[in-house]
């Protein structure tokens, strides 16, 4: 697999459209970033490896650092997280508001490294 567009394809309808939302959402925060698929996962770079995202048997899962996990850790409570990870069930909505809060704390501690 080469594409982001080959990743999401493989998947189910239902995957494909919750897939596609949040590659949308992380676009629209920060559309200069470039797609590429790294750890067999779509990631997203812009200075450096920003946010990845994969489709599991029951969830969606998100990785987008450690820090931030933690720095949204009281908004994540109603999801399971792990050290780098958060996890979105396939049977709840994805979390727009969230995610683009996510996407944009992230873009912003990458321009501080700068």
Known sequence: METIDQYINQF???IQEKLTELREIIHQI???ATEKISYKMPAFYWKENLIYF???KNHIGIYPTSTLIEHFREELKNYKCSKGAIQIPLNQEIPKSL???IVIFRVE???QKQ
Do not use: L, T
Request: charged letters at 25%; aromatic letters at 6%.
């Open 12 to 14: 189910p309808d239902n």
């Open 109 to 111: 501690s990458v321009k």
């Open 30 to 32: 920060i559309p200069e």
């Open 99 to 101: 995610i683009q809060k």
């Open 54 to 56: 994969a489709a599991f």
